[in-house]
């Protein structure tokens, strides 16, 4: 982020999920758009299944920053704790 603009994506990490599935992918984006849905309209979810990682970005920064309080620490599917940070 840039202190000139206002942040909408945040950083999803400690994503568990069974990567030897053919749609893995498309499960643990189907979960993350459920949970994050829940705090405003998201534009694009993107995961990196080599990382086990995803970035999900908002409309809104307000959005944003309720999802980043929210969902830190939270489970998610096989995901005990999952980290949120911009």
């Not at 069974?18 to 979960?31: H, I, L, M």
């Amino acid at each position: 982020g840039s202190f000139n603009s206002d942040c909408t994506t945040l950083f999803v990490g400690d994503l568990m999920f069974d990567r030897s599935a053919p749609d893995a992918v498309e499960q643990v984006q189907k979960e993350l758009e459920v949970n994050f849905r829940k705090w405003g309209d998201v534009e694009d979810i993107r995961v990196v299944s080599s990382k086990a990682i995803a970035f999900v970005r908002y409309t809104w920064r307000c959005n944003a920053e309720f999802a980043k309080e929210a969902m830190a620490g939270q489970r998610l599917g096989r995901s005990k704790c999952i980290v949120v940070n911009w």
